[in-house]
């Protein structure tokens, strides 16, 4: 149990198409970090919140992408009219200090 | 620019012995490292991590060494065991100015542990 739940596990879209993915906490923690891989590659880092603030965004993150965590608890990442270079594990993970934990990801494919 | 390199796809060791996965890294402004285990189809597994002050952490079969002045650390793990078969991640964080620990990860390296 890593401390953190994702949904879908998998999603699979046509191009074009906007997708959502959710990301729980099981407990509330205050830091919460979105990374994307994909294949052949390590994470990599996306987005940053504290609470329900969006303090950190990577230049990865392009206008199509945006993620939200209202009250500080679940999140949520949004890619608009997908493509498909957008296929990867998205990975949620929460932070106690230096260290993070990592969700199971949600797996898209854009065909 | 990759900040953080494992310089290994892979690696293959029999049971019962040593595995040594290594990892370098090139921004001087990392002060923690971490190393994770992912299976397929799976979030990566926090393993062990050291912070830059120290130059050894250990933890049962995990033991991970920063050499700062080289720019590197190493993940042993002994004995090897048939179920560590599974890629490897090192990562780096140093505190960025908006308060986040964001990770650089390398590449990772594949193990497999042969019985």
């Known amino acids: 149990d890593t401390g953190v739940s994702q949904d879908p596990r998998h999603k699979i879209t046509k191009r074009g198409q906007n997708v959502t993915f959710r990301c729980d906490p099981i407990s509330e923690h205050n830091r919460l970090y979105w990374y994307r891989q994909t294949l052949g590659q390590g994470p990599e880092f996306l987005t940053y919140f504290q609470n329900e603030a969006q303090l950190e965004k990577s230049r990865l993150l392009s206008d199509r992408f945006s993620a939200e965590r209202p009250k500080g608890s679940f999140s949520t990442l949004e890619i608009q009219r997908t493509e498909q270079g957008d296929s990867a594990m998205y990975l949620c993970?929460?932070?106690?200090?230096?260290?993070?934990?990592f969700g199971p990801g949600t797996r898209l494919t854009v065909l | 620019d990759q900040q953080v390199k494992q310089n290994s796809p892979s690696l293959s060791v029999q049971e019962g012995r040593i595995s040594i996965l290594n990892c370098d890294y090139t921004n001087s402004m990392f002060d923690y490292f971490l190393w994770y285990k992912k299976y397929p189809a799976e979030g990566p597994t926090f393993l062990i991590s050291i912070s830059s002050i120290k130059d050894k952490n250990e933890d049962g079969r995990f033991t991970v060494f920063l050499n700062k002045s080289a720019k590197h650390l190493s993940l042993h793990i002994v004995p090897s065991q048939p179920g560590d078969s599974a890629v490897y991640f090192c990562a780096a964080s140093a505190l960025s100015g908006a308060g986040s620990y964001q990770l650089t990860f390398g590449k990772g390296t594949k193990l497999s542990v042969i019985p």
């Open positions: 993970a929460w932070g106690e200090g230096n260290e993070q934990f």
